[in-house]
Structures are given as C-alpha cells and as structure tokens.
C-alpha cells in the first residue's frame, strides 16, 4: 500500500508580523517539503497570529483569498508539488465580514476554503461563523478533509468529514493551554486520537507556539492513525516544530474493525436522528 | 457542591458458572458498598459470561428480568441503599429472544433496563439488538445514563445520553484485548475520555478481567470526570478489583468550557441533520 509523508509545521506566529510570519511559514515548508512531505499543515491563523485585540485589528490583518498568503503558498505548492493546508485570516471585502479559514492549495493553486462553524470564546466577536459542511476534496496523496480547532470538538463534525470519505482530516488549531493533571496528555490530543478511531481516519492537527496577549498553547500538534494512536507527537513542546508521518492513506478507506464490524456500516442512523435535534 | 462515591467492580466472571459468578458480583457490590459507593457499576455480561458457544448456550445462561440476578442485586441494593448498574444475559421468552441488557437497579427493585443498540462480533448471532435511546433515568444520587460497551464507540449515542442530561453514563463494557504500541493506554478508554470531555459528563465504564475460550479483556476499567481525565483507573490489570470516585455529580449540569463557550449549545444541529444518516 502506497504510503505519503504528512507534515505538521508547528509555528510560532508573532502577532500582527504579517510578512516576518510568511516568511517563517514558508521555511518551514521548504523544510518539510525536504525531508519528503506530501501534504503540510500549518495552524489555524498562522499568518495573522490569533489574540485580536478586537474585529478593527483583525481586519487590518486579514486578506482575502487571492491574497499574498494564498499566492505564497500557491508558488512554494507548486515548485515543490506539496498540498497545503492552512489557517488564514479571511476578509471578505464585498461582505465585510472576516473568517476563521482553512485554505488548501496544490501546485495548481487554490483548491478550496472551509470557513470555521464552531467558533471559540471572543472568536464570535470577531469572525462570521460558516456554515458549510467540512470541506473534503479529492487531492494527488488522497481525499482530505478540512475543518478548524474547536470544530474538532463536536464529534459530529469529524463524522461528518469521515462520512463524506476523508482519508485525512487536517485540522489546522491554536490550542489555548488549559491546567491539566501531571501526566496526562492533554484532552484536545485525546478527542483527536478518538476521533481518528471511531471513524478509522489518519487525523493530522497542526497547534503553535509562542507566548501571545496572555495566552499559551498546548503546543500538542499530533498525527494520528486510524487505530487512534499517534503515529507522530504530541511533543508538547513551546516551540516551533515539524513533525511527520507516513500515512498510507488508503488504510482510511476500510472501516472494519475486528473480524464482523465496521465503525460507519454499524452506525444506527435511524435512532440518531430524532436524537440530533434535541 | 455534593459528591457521591462512584464505584466499578472490574469483576472475573467464569462462563456458565452462575452462582459462582452471582457471588462474587455479590462480595464485590458489599465490598464496594462498605467503601461507601452510593453507585456500583459492573462489567456486561457480569453473570453468565460473554464468549458463547452460541445462541443456546447463551439461552440456557441468560435470565428474565424477574430472575435471579435481578433479585440479588435488588437485595443488595435496598440492604445497602445502593444504586447498582450491570449487565445481564436477558432471556425474553415472550418474544424468544435474548438481549444484551444492562439493569439499573435501586433500594426499590428494577428502575430500568437498556437494550444495547450496536451489537459486537459474533453478538448478532446470539442477540437481538436494542432500538431505544439510551437509557437515563433519575435516581436518588443523580441522573445517570446506561449504554453498553461498543455502543460507546459511536459518539452519537454518547452525545445522546448527554442531550438527555445523563450526568454520569455508566458504561458495562467486556473490551477484548488488543495489541497497542507500547506505553499508549488502550484506545477503548481514550474514547470514553473523549466523550466525557466532549459532553462534560462524568463516564464510569467497567470492564472484566479472566481468559475465556481464547478472549483477553483490557481490564481498563475507568472512572473519567467532566474534562475528560481519569478520576480513577485505567488499571489495565488482568484481575478483579474496585475503582472508587468521588464524583460531584452536578458539576455536569454545567456545559460551560472556557469563558463563553458550552459544548451543547455551542453545537449546530441544523448542520448536523443532513449529514446524520449519509
């Protein structure tokens, strides 16, 4: 079975360094692309940095998808024949509003935008919440899915990319560090790996570093396989770092488990939806 | 805020030994209840075994929900003023089927019983599954919620005992051993951390320990609170033992995560409908 190499770059944005981020991103790239990456993720917002002090801030840091962030790693996908995935900070000028978006990119440029549904804490005073499913997209190293941070939260949203065929769902994050107990890994690299499990799905998520307004991270970035185990990370490290991987991707397309089961075929789809509602 | 003593009793049942096996269920529930557990939690299948030759095999150990198993641990429960949640072999005759059956038993007698809806391996065989929701009933140390062991791989079916304000999901489970890298805990109590967090709910699941005709179990009997760490357990110990918690049972109700977010009402279940029966 055919097996590609996926990437994590863990950055560590400097808030508002819009160019000086852009050019640590794309070093990071070079360097993943070096060692034999396939596909890149990158974090959630990981040109604009994440703490806004408000939606004015915000703005004059965001672009819009025909921007230098998206042509930059358009350039860097194609002189490399990487796929990109990656957290920007969306302005859409005709509606005046921002987004928390996803973007992916191949060596032909642009080959789709997830906009973040669920949106955490000030996010909502910032961004327009999305409102279209998780972006899945058949790329050259396998189909992916995309969706952001604190979507990973609700188990129905990974089901969903798994259900439109994910073989990899990328989940570009900025994990605010939260107290946990010694030892244990942290509860967002948890819900990760038992996403993956559920479903039999290869889950890469890309976290940052970096001190910002107050705010630490997990730094907790993390691949995993669809046996639900990390394949690479989380290394919980403040710093930036790659990670990488090789997937097979083509394993997530068999949802058996054990000898008679199959974690979609033995969904009860009947009984859950009068449940969804509630 | 008050706390109840949660307890599982990681039981090793031998098939088809019934009394031997009611007994020893029997002096783990007093044990548990001389440690002060308010709630006792056993294995599924506690009593007749889970590796079934077949369906008659498991039609002569299985019993109705006026049998003896049930009226032993209604004993149990009004002498120490317990509420006890395990599983049971249950013969239908009526409709000539046997189910898969957790019991939630009180100082009154039988409360309720849940069916289990996702059926394991050579299960559909020997059982008719279940098509309620799963069961979440009030009792006089809090609102718990019953599902049975693969039934809690699917995350639909733990967000639905959430929607219905279980605030402790007790979760029998058999979990049949298998290989893991090493130093990882086992995939099974990953999942149930993951949806206690995902929830902010309290999981007590208990699993079994003994070989039975060439099945090992995880013995990863856990006891996970609302943000998704362990409270007690995993032991992964091939043997029999109790697992205590003190769970402030309320601190469930609270859905809140961060300072403006809630993991129920932060879902979007209008998205969600389409996607639930893909």
């Not at 794309?26 to 002090?53: H, K, Q, R």
């Not at 948890?190 to 570093?209: K, L, P, Y």
Request: with cysteine; hydrophobic share 45%; proline share 6%.
């Amino acid at each position: 079975m055919t097996a590609v190499t996926v990437a994590c770059c863990q950055l560590a944005p400097v808030l508002g360094e819009l160019e000086a981020n852009r050019d640590r991103a794309a070093a990071a790239i070079e360097a993943a692309a070096a060692s034999g990456a396939a596909i890149v993720v990158l974090p959630e917002l990981a040109i604009s940095g994440y703490v806004f002090a408000g939606r004015e801030e915000a703005w004059a840091l965001g672009e819009d998808l025909d921007g230098p962030t998206v042509h930059q790693w358009s350039a860097l996908a194609a002189e490399h024949d990487l796929v990109i995935v990656g957290g920007v900070c969306e302005r859409d000028v005709t509606a005046g509003a921002l987004h928390n978006t996803a973007v992916v990119i191949d060596a032909g440029g642009l080959l789709g935008a997830y906009r973040k549904v669920h949106l955490w804490d000030r996010e909502a005073q910032v961004f327009a919440a999305g409102s279209q499913p998780p972006l899945v997209l058949d790329t050259r190293p396998g189909r992916l899915g995309v969706i952001v941070c604190y979507d990973a939260e609700f188990p129905e949203w990974i089901r969903a990319a798994a259900l439109a065929g994910a073989e990899l769902l990328c989940v570009p994050t900025n994990w605010p560090r939260e107290p946990r107990p010694a030892g244990e890994r942290p509860s967002e690299v948890v819900r990760v790996q038992a996403g993956a499990a559920s479903n039999r799905m290869f889950i890469a998520a890309c976290d940052r570093a970096g001190h910002e307004r107050g705010t630490d991270w997990v730094s907790g970035t993390v691949i995993v396989g669809p046996d639900g185990y990390p394949l690479a990370g989380p290394a919980c490290r403040d710093e930036p770092l790659t990670l990488v991987a090789s997937c097979a991707l083509a394993r997530a397309r068999d949802k058996r488990v054990g000898v008679r089961n199959d974690v979609l075929a033995d969904r009860r789809p009947e009984l859950y939806e009068r449940l969804s509602g509630a």
